[in-house]
């Protein structure tokens, strides 16, 4: 009889690596503020920064270069209309959790009187109006992890005659038929003569460049992941869709194309999706390096 050999393989299974993801945020952030979130063993991780269920920013790890070290950072955006308080920053789908303190800033508020074709511009149910705010939407929350151009300061982008109008300021309008409707100032408003350059702040890739019916003709330049900056009203356009541009390098001419009272440069930055203060990024830069150096070093 042949007999039946039975051959017992044994398989050593080896545990999966381990790799302990934490995070770092600072104590505290102003309204209007940007968030360096920083992340140990968390490439390409989703961050998110809000509180009782509600997210307000979210964003993906990407790695930077700080002086002679490699970090992987988030960068999220605060709303300048968040109530001040404790909120919460997390990683890894719940993960890991921070704290972090919004405290409070002073905005300015005003009134702007608007004819009836602005206001007739202002209050139309247009769906190409709100079409045209979904597509810019989602270019202003795309996280392109690779996108790494600019880390330094912001340079202003024109010379202006005078700062019209702040980052955050309360706005009432006031429409020609008597009815009145409340609006917060995404960016800065520098007043400059028609025709003035409008040069990039710093490098970055152009994603848009065409006419949209409330900001004229307009601008938007990626810096970061998650990071862009935008310039409305323009008279004329210089820069191409797609094309890598350098600070200096031009962008456009002052105008007063779309909704406007006047010639003028608006200007505004987004970090997640979120409208931030510019004027932080123009004297700290855009990423806090001196923050993620010090946890570096901590680690």
């Known amino acids: 009889m042949m007999k039946k050999i039975i051959l017992l393989i044994s398989v050593i299974i080896l545990p999966a690596a381990v790799f302990s993801l934490d995070i770092s945020v600072p104590e505290s952030v102003e309204q209007g503020g940007v968030i360096t979130v920083v992340l140990k063993d968390g490439d390409g991780v989703k961050a998110e920064f809000g509180r009782g269920g509600t997210v307000y920013s979210e964003s993906e790890s990407f790695k930077t270069k700080v002086d002679d070290h490699t970090a992987s950072i988030a960068l999220l955006g605060v709303p300048s209309t968040l109530s001040p308080g404790i909120y919460y920053v997390s990683a890894g789908d719940g993960e890991v959790r921070k704290s972090i303190r919004v405290e409070s800033k002073d905005f300015f508020k005003e009134d702007i009187e608007l004819n009836k074709s602005m206001s007739n511009l202002r209050q139309s149910d ?132 779309g909704l406007v009272t006047g010639a003028h440069l608006h200007w505004e930055v987004r970090v997640a999706g979120v409208a931030v203060d510019p004027v932080p990024l123009m004297t700290g830069g855009l990423i806090d390096k001196a923050y993620i150096l010090g946890i570096i070093e901590k680690q």
């Not at 705010?133 to 989602?138: A, E, G, K, N, P």
């Not at 038929?177 to 003035?196: L, R």
């Open 126 to 257: 247009d769906e190409e109006k709100a079409e045209q705010w979904r597509s810019l939407l989602i270019i202003l929350k795309t996280v392109e992890t690779e996108d790494v151009f600019e880390t330094g300061l912001l340079e202003k982008p024109v010379e202006e005659l005078w700062t019209s109008s702040h980052f955050g300021d309360i706005r009432r309008y006031l429409y020609s038929d008597g009815t009145t409707a409340g609006s917060v100032h995404a960016g800065i408003d520098y007043s400059a003569e028609p025709g003035t350059p409008v040069y990039a702040p710093g490098d970055g890739k152009v994603v848009f460049a065409a006419e949209r019916i409330l900001t004229g003709f307009t601008v938007v330049i990626e810096h970061l992941p998650g990071v862009y900056s935008l310039y409305y009203h323009l008279s004329k356009i210089d820069a191409e869709e797609g094309a890598l541009i350098h600070e200096g390098d031009s962008v456009g001419k002052v105008g007063a194309t």
